[in-house]
């Protein structure tokens, strides 16, 4: 199960796309999986055959479990035990199969080395992740008390449900996933509800989508729930706030020459492959981060770990309220045409509820533009682990001096949330100068 965002610590297996014995090749989608933010496409990211599936769909899972099992040959096909009852009995593979399996695991879905980095010495002896421990700090448990929780993470590992489960129970008792059917996982995320606190009727007192809905009927809630993908947009603007010491800086200048060239561009070009200008501010904080590497990466371990690859996360508004965040990758290594396409897609698919896994935890730095909202400045919150946000308001006309002459110019404002823990006012003012300059020659981004 992938890490989707920086507060996830599980994730609902919707569907699998495939079965044993398939073939599949890199980039494949193979299954979906529904998070606070929505259900989202998980892709491999390894050629081979699958071996075996370890998870039944409607199943919570934390971070990290092994869904399924990958063979880099034509193995023969492991018999799993999450299919069991729907799959035919095979014989069981010989040791030298099973040894050249690969697991599929989120530390390989191509998440950057900084988030692989190796716990200390006191986490490994008593299996926590970071975000547990922080909130077990703030909560005061002492290392005795931890060491009598039972852990719901992978290998048995301490998550933050666990310590917010030990603020009200025993030590000793862990919080367990709702037994849910997918319907009524669905059903819950629709209407908010709590499917702890629904008393299933069906089979071994599974909850159906029909418990879902006569408890909203009968107005049986202790009290309201907050929308997941709200709640999930909570935890990381809480935990940055709390954790992230921000500094803000804004600088407005002259965009008309952007402008007037995209104008100039658009008009030799057929209407499908026109560009909006979001795509030329795009690719100059892509450019700038060349020259300013330490807005690019990742706060991890109580260190800075800056990253090669550019991969700028676009803020997306959603129809149905709230917003997600997915990677546009390497993108100062690509033209605009390629952009525009890529960025055209990505607003559709994460408006349509289509992104994939590799896309919702891939940004190394995030862009937003309320342009379009006509806010003229935008003071953005860091979304953890990245150290840095840029911003842009809305274009207006303004009164501008050129040459000694007043004159009616296109003006937009820029503006940069920085974690002071990895750079300052001045290298930020700096990294926003070579943001306009860039844009005073539009031409070199092509």
Not at 37 to 66: R, W, Y
Request: net charge negative; glycine share 8%; proline share 7%.
């Amino acid at each position: 199960m992938p890490s989707l965002g920086a507060d996830m610590e599980a994730g609902v297996l919707m569907e699998w796309l495939v079965k044993p014995g398939d073939r599949v090749e890199r980039g494949q989608i193979v299954a979906v999986v529904e998070t606070q933010k929505g259900a989202i496409e998980i892709e491999i990211f390894e050629d081979g055959q699958i071996q075996s599936l370890e998870i039944v769909p409607g199943t919570e899972v934390p971070v990290g479990t092994v869904l399924a099992r990958l063979s880099a040959s034509d193995a023969p096909v492991l018999r799993s035990e999450a299919v069991a009852e729907s799959a035919p009995t095979l014989p069981e593979a010989p040791a030298s199969a099973v040894s050249d399996t690969v697991s599929i695991r989120a530390a390989e879905l191509e998440v950057p080395a900084a988030a692989l980095a190796q716990h200390s010495a006191s986490a490994e002896r008593l299996r926590i992740s970071p975000l547990a421990r922080q909130r077990a700090r703030e909560l005061g448990l002492s290392e005795a008390v931890l060491a009598q929780l039972t852990g719901t993470g992978p290998q048995g590992a301490l998550c933050l449900r666990d310590i917010e489960k030990a603020a009200q129970t025993p030590p000793g008792v862990s919080p367990l996933a709702p037994h849910a059917s997918p319907s009524a996982r669905q059903k819950a995320l629709e209407l908010g509800v709590d499917l702890q606190k629904v008393q299933g009727s069906g089979p071994h007192g599974l909850t159906t989508a029909e418990d879902v809905e006569r408890v909203v009927s009968q107005h049986a809630l202790e009290k309201p729930v907050q929308n997941p993908m709200r709640a999930a947009i909570a935890a990381a603007m809480s935990r940055s706030k709390r954790e992230i010491p921000h500094y803000y800086l804004a600088h407005s200048f002259d965009f008309e020459p952007a402008l007037s060239w995209l104008e100039a561009l658009n008009e030799t070009l057929p209407m499908e492959e026109r560009l909006v200008y979001a795509v030329l501010l795009v690719k100059a904080v892509a450019l700038a981060l060349k020259k300013f590497p330490e807005m690019n990466g990742f706060w991890q371990e109580g260190a800075f770990v800056p990253l090669e690859q550019i991969d700028i996360g676009l803020a997306i508004s959603l129809r149905t309220g709230g917003l997600v965040a997915p990677a546009l990758k390497q993108t100062d290594q690509k033209n605009l045409k390629t952009l525009m396409a890529e960025f055209r897609d990505l607003v559709n698919r994460s408006r349509g509820g289509q992104l994939r896994a590799s896309e919702m935890r891939g940004g190394t730095i995030t862009v937003t533009n309320l342009g379009e909202q006509g806010v003229e400045s935008v003071f953005p919150v860091i979304y953890p682990p990245q150290v840095a946000m840029v911003g842009f308001g809305t274009v207006l006309e303004r009164p501008w001096v050129i040459e000694g002459q007043i004159l009616p110019r296109r003006v937009i404002q820029v503006s940069l949330a920085g974690d002071h823990r990895v750079s300052d006012g001045h290298r930020g003012a700096m990294f926003l100068a070579r943001i306009e300059k860039l844009l005073h020659k539009p031409e070199k981004l092509l």
